[in-house]
């Protein structure tokens, strides 16, 4: 019954390569996001989408690429992993404009 | 560019004592409020919350109060039990909602309880 989920939880990738993590919520919220917690351990949010719309879009290099196929997911891909990619990922939702996001588990992310 | 600042890295209490966790603000926009906690290898979990119009919110052990004037919030818990161990997060939003979510974190605070 987990209510917002991510997969996978731990990713060990080289350099160069293309990665996806994926998000799920059973929540029926409209609005999702994507967090990075880096080394120094802020939370700073990437992007968000509100009903499959991107309404979100945070200094990222573009090498990173939301897609929301429907209002329930919202993966993140990466290409061309480098090392300063390694973090923990956090997928989240939210209802409405306004209210607490509730978070996935977190993928983390290791890049060598 | 540091919005939302907890000066305090870590935070030890005794077990029943009253736990006050701190969280400053410069941005005058941001109208509410957000505290989460967050255990070792999970995400973070909403606690409580408070709107601008507000000084004080509680929900059983947490009570959050914030002071516009001097941008500032706090959280206190009471009785602080072992269990609230954990790494606790402020967060901001901006006024009326149009930031549709932005929400900005401070750093973070390490609470431990001691039994």
């Known amino acids: 019954d987990t209510a917002v989920s991510q997969t996978p939880k731990y990713l060990v990738t080289q350099m160069g390569n293309d990665k996806s993590i994926k998000c799920e919520q059973n929540?029926?919220?409209?609005?999702m996001y994507w967090y990075k917690q880096d080394s120094k351990k802020f939370l700073k949010i990437m992007f968000s989408?509100?009903?499959?719309?991107?309404?979100i879009n945070e200094t990222v290099p573009n090498r990173f690429s939301p897609k929301s196929p429907d209002k329930a997911h919202l993966n993140l891909h990466i290409n061309s992993l480098e090392l300063g990619d390694s973090a923990v990922y956090f997928c989240a939702s939210r209802r409405a404009y306004r209210g607490e996001q509730y978070f996935g588990p977190g993928t983390r992310l290791t890049v060598t | 560019d540091q919005q939302v600042k907890q000066n305090s890295p870590s935070l030890s209490v005794q077990e029943g004592r009253i736990s006050i966790l701190n969280c400053d603000y410069t941005n005058s926009m941001f109208d509410y409020f957000l505290w989460y906690k967050k255990y070792p290898a999970e995400g973070p979990t909403f606690l409580i919350s408070i709107s601008s119009i507000k000084d004080k919110n509680e929900d059983g052990r947490f009570t959050v109060f914030l002071n516009k004037s001097a941008k500032h919030l706090s959280l206190h818990i009471v009785p602080s039990q072992p269990g609230d161990s954990a790494v606790y997060f402020c967060a901001a939003d901006l006024a009326g909602g149009t930031s549709y979510g932005k929400l900005t974190f401070g750093q973070g605070t390490i609470l431990t309880v001691h039994p």
């Open positions: 929540l029926g919220h409209d609005t």
């Open positions: 989408y509100n009903n499959k719309e991107l309404i």
